[in-house]
DNA sequence: CGAGGAGTTGAGGCTAGTCAAGGCCCGTGG
DNA sequence: CCACGGGCCTTGACTAGCCTCAACTCCTCG
């Protein structure tokens, strides 16, 4: 596990100030450190304090840089024509933000810092030119990308979910799981994001979500004190997340003929 | 508008049977086609052809190629534990599969041909190789990518809508914007899915789509005949997306202070 | 100490999920 | 060619769950 090796290092750097980053610190984030070269060393990107509620970037930007979550939480999301706000998912520490602006140098989203936070600032063009010469850094943004995405498959999947009590334990499952992969606890959440914004990513009414988490608590699966949640039960909230009205019935996958060229 | 060259194209091809497509056609498609230097000609990538409902590439198996949808249309599934089958999306000419893979080199979902389709078929590792030498490769691949994570940034938004009706407003017209974009008519539109495929992608039941339909159709704004749709009041279907329950008051942006280095 | 946002809880109405039945289309096979 | 079957799709009736509105509490922060 390399979480805890990047988490002192990276408090070491914030003591000194505003620091630098070096390339292999991100590549280690990721998990591909044993990646780094030498040449990864001498590669470094600043750092840049994002006060909590302020905006990284704004949708319509154009690209300028990436980032890389470097402390704290982020929120992306989009406006639609009425000023409503459709939260898209949230980034914590070695998410990388921004990359759909990859399609037309347009950032299609925005993010917003939950907390005070820090991200490490990637110069597109920079890093782009960099990427041709180390290809642990091509794979890191290869990399960033395809776990996005994954990312975002996973928020579909929370978004599906029939019932509203199942979608968040559902969410609540997931922001355990990736806490946990951070060297974080598994079991304790600080919730850093208000009812409503989890709301918005589940596609529910905040007051739902209020419902559904004492609900969870009452069934003895989490407790819940203002956003501290406690995962008392991890089974029973796996079991509670299974529940699909019906559809183990109606979606079965009509074992496909497998295609071979 | 470059997309009936491509189509031209990509029929001859077809018709001289099993084709080699060059990458500068792929470019073209992407939208990109001014980047295409004489280097592009050179490199070719063979196509494949996927039957109806066979399945290109299966969740859990590592990559090997990443594939541009030719010709026909797919679905991109995930299974979970039940089996039930979450749609995440729905690929047409020129939409890349398989970038979830880009994580781990292991698929994140699986993808299904929803009619007799092809695709060209783009070995990762070769790709990587040559986007090395070819910038205009390295941003094909970048661009695929972002626009596939604005793809599902659109889906999120698609799920996201209060009533079904509305959710299912909004599938047609993105699906019309995009057919547009590929220079197809954006007003009638052959559903290459089923209901369920549909209801899937926007976390409904199947009936509900098909009362979300032929209650748009009732309302006027669209003709229903099996699979065929005409959008026939386009602005009325706009109008019918923007009906979002109370959020302009519940969930407008708090005007947000803006964040500069 | 006051203001305002965040969160919780309750009551009520309506949407959409569930179950069920039937029609349509298209494949296969006689 | 037609009959049959099995999907896909539609429609109806019922009901559960969720959204809405509203009131109230708690916490935070100025």
Redesign the pocket.
Known sequence: MNAPAACITRIDERRRGPAQFRASELLRWAGIGECAGPDTDRIVYPLRRVPALAMLYVEGQPLHNLYCVASGSFKCIQNDVEGYEQVLGFALHGDMLGLDALCDHQHASSAVALEDSSVVVLPFAELLAASRQVPALERLLLRATGAELRQRGDTQYLMAA??????VARFLLHLARRQAALGQSGRRLR?R?????I?SCL????????????GLAQSGCIA?S??DIEIVDADGLHRMQRV????T??GLA?EPRMFVA
Chains 1, 2 share one sequence.
């Not at 994001?193 to 914004?197: G, N």
């Not at 596609?203 to 004492?214: C, D, F, M, N, Q």
């Not at 699909?244 to 559809?247: L, S």
């Open positions: 029939p019932s509203s009590e199942v979608r919730l994001m208000t009812r409503r914004d709301a596609g529910v009414a905040h007051e739902t979500v209020s419902r559904a988490l004492t819940v203002h956003r699909t009205r019906g559809a019935r109606a009509p």
